[in-house]
């Protein structure tokens, strides 16, 4: 059974850099096929998908956040990591690590997050 | 971005009844859209991909259906551990994107 763990700094200032790790058992994260994502979620909001990187290490990232998110990945330590530059009080929010496999249906291959961490609470505040 | 409606933003249901729960994009999907499941303090759980799939282990009276632009769960026989919040995802293009959530609370 595959598990991810989120772990990282709870409270950070305005213009500190965020940096969050997720640890990853029951599986490699060479694995073939998947990959490993971020998402966020703002207090008592939706939820919002930062992006993912590939066991390959190519990364996607949703254009919003681009300018300030790296995902990267250490297979050493089956572990993948969030950096997140400059952040706000916007960037408060619960954070997520997931897995994304791609499941075939009907019209191809969809990405599934289909194993997710617990999720860890981050707050910017002066 | 796909932009991501559902509806409605909350609904209150008994056990037993049934729910359905809309989901609408801002431009066609074909069927990659999703469906999770949250409850509070927990991370989402699949039930639903290529908009009607049910993800292995998820009850059947989970159930969804749609294609394009509009799209249905229904939870048929409600039980006491439905009651949480739901989203639908888009996974058709990037940027992956969700619905703002709909709360389904006891009566």
């Known amino acids: 059974q595959v598990q991810l763990q989120e772990s990282g700094p709870g409270l950070l200032k305005p213009s500190q850099s965020l940096s969050l790790t997720c640890t990853v058992s029951?599986?490699?994260?060479?694995?073939?096929?998947?990959?490993w994502s971020w998402l966020r979620q703002h207090p008592g909001e939706g939820l919002e998908w930062i992006g993912y990187i590939s066991d390959s290490g190519s990364t996607y990232y949703n254009p919003s956040l681009k300018s300030q998110v790296v995902i990267s990945l250490d297979t050493s330590q089956n572990q993948f990591s969030l950096r997140l530059s400059s952040v706000t009080a916007a960037d408060t929010a619960v954070y997520y690590c997931?897995?994304?496999?791609?499941?075939?249906?009907?019209?191809?291959?969809?990405?599934?997050?289909?194993?997710w961490g617990q999720g860890t609470l981050v707050t910017v505040s002066s | 971005d796909i932009q991501m409606t559902q509806s409605p933003s909350s609904v209150s249901a008994s056990v037993g009844d049934t729910v359905t729960i809309t989901c609408r994009a801002s431009e066609g999907l074909s069927s990659y859209l999703a469906w999770y499941q949250q409850k509070p303090g927990k991370p989402p759980k699949v039930l639903i991909y290529?908009?009607?799939d049910l993800q292995g282990g998820v009850p059947s009276r989970f159930s969804g259906s749609g294609s394009g632009t509009d799209f249905t769960l229904t939870i048929s026989s409600l039980q006491p551990e439905d009651f949480a919040t739901y989203y639908c995802?888009?996974?058709?293009?990037?940027?992956?994107?969700f619905g703002q959530g709909t709360k389904l609370e006891i009566k």
């Open positions: 029951g599986g490699s994260i060479s694995s073939g096929g998947v990959y």
């Open positions: 995802e888009q996974a058709y293009s990037f940027p992956f994107t």
């Open positions: 997931a897995r994304v496999t791609y499941y075939y249906h009907r019209s191809g291959y969809q990405p599934v997050f289909d194993y």
């Open positions: 290529g908009a009607s």
